[in-house]
């Protein structure tokens, strides 16, 4: 079973840049399909950016442009930079493994932007 762990959050004033990192464990880790969920307060669980074992990427309408996700195979991690962040960003972050119907989760990592 694949574990993850993301790092990289905090507080950043409206406009800012953050890049979060999740680091994943075992050797299996290039078959995977990556994504980057939040999670806001009172609100569900929303796909972010994903990116496919082959470098396929989709991003949620609200973060195209400003958001950046990607792999590096070789340190079995994935990124997501995010660059002109909004307070409507302000959530908790996930990482998510994907392979089949096998499906892993990280312990996420806050990120409030606020002034």
């Known amino acids: 079973q694949v574990q993850l762990v993301e790092s990289g959050g905090g507080l950043v004033q409206p406009g800012g840049s953050l890049r979060l990192s999740c680091a994943a464990s075992?050797?299996?880790?290039?078959?995977?399909?990556m994504g980057w969920y939040r999670q806001a307060p009172e609100k569900q669980r929303e796909l972010v950016a994903s990116?496919?074992?082959?470098?396929?990427?989709n991003y949620a309408g609200s973060v195209k442009g400003r958001f950046t996700i990607s792999r590096d195979n070789a340190k079995n991690t994935v990124y997501l930079q995010m660059n002109s962040l909004k307070p409507e960003d302000t959530a908790v972050y996930y990482c998510?493994?994907?392979?089949?119907?096998?499906?892993?989760w990280g312990q996420g990592t806050q990120v409030t932007v606020s002034s």
């Open positions: 075992g050797s299996r880790f290039r078959f995977y399909a």
């Open positions: 998510n493994a994907g392979y089949g119907t096998l499906s892993t």
């Open positions: 990116i496919s074992s082959s470098g396929s990427i």
